[in-house]
């Protein structure tokens, strides 16, 4: 069991970020996620466990259907959350206008200016806000990747994603060239919307009408950004 939890927790650690292209991010998963092959040997070994453990009792007080996962490794959405869309499944209506609301910040690193990246720290703005909450213009079908693409580019904000196909979504590597590990081992940009941190990638949350939609980053895994995720590991 132990095996199996901490092979959940690594792959919530790209989750968890704004996993927020090309296939370039390979590289970035290999520090905080297990390569095929390691996936499938822990596969294995897990299945040796339980066959060792066959005459054990079974623990009837372990619930593990929180942590269930579909292909693309996405845990349980919470009830009454937006379920993840596929790319490419929905067309995108150009004649159907919404809006909703963007705001780009990283004011945690203020707090954090000793773990930052040498030579960066010009690039943080005194109060943390990239981008103040900003009224933005989107389409039916859009999701976040689409119009966090369109409006970095209008206002020359730097951003850099790349896909990844585990997860079959966009990530979001850098924002305003402040990148993932830039502020510490357990920093990168997180996405929000209406105040849940999705358990999927930015590709797959398809926005509607005055969402409020925040990509913050965060040095602490999304603790000091308001994710609860972590608390249900206490």
Not at 30 to 40: C, N, V
Not at 149 to 170: C, D, G, K, L
Not at 199 to 214: A, H, I, M, T, W
Request: aromatic share 10%; hydrophobic share 30%.
């Amino acid at each position: 069991m132990k095996k199996i939890l901490s092979l959940i927790l690594s792959f919530a650690v790209l989750l968890g970020l704004a996993g927020c292209g090309t296939t370039k991010l390979d590289q970035n998963i290999e520090l905080s996620h297990p390569t095929q092959a390691q996936y499938d040997l822990n596969v294995q070994e897990d299945q040796e466990d339980a066959f060792l453990d066959a005459d054990e009792e079974p623990d009837e007080t372990q619930n593990f259907s929180d942590y269930e996962e579909d292909k693309y490794h996405t845990t349980v959405v919470p009830e009454g959350q937006q379920k993840p869309v596929e790319p490419g499944s929905i067309t995108i209506n150009p004649d159907a206008e919404s809006t909703c609301f963007l705001t780009i910040e990283c004011s945690t690193i203020l707090d954090n200016m000793d773990q930052l990246t040498d030579g960066k720290e010009g690039l943080i703005p005194a109060d943390g806000m990239i981008l103040p909450r900003t009224k933005v213009v989107f389409y039916e079908g859009e999701s976040v990747y689409d119009v966090l693409v369109r409006e970095t580019r209008a206002r020359r904000i730097h951003m850099e994603a790349s896909f990844t196909p585990m997860y079959n979504s966009a990530y979001i590597e850098g924002i305003h060239n402040l990148y993932e590990f830039d502020c510490g081992a357990e920093s990168g940009w997180m996405y929000s919307v209406n105040g849940w941190f999705p358990n999927y990638g930015v590709s797959r949350y398809v926005l509607k009408q005055d969402d409020e939609l925040e990509l913050r980053y965060t040095c602490d895994l999304g603790r000091d950004v308001g994710d609860q995720y972590w608390d249900s590991f206490k």
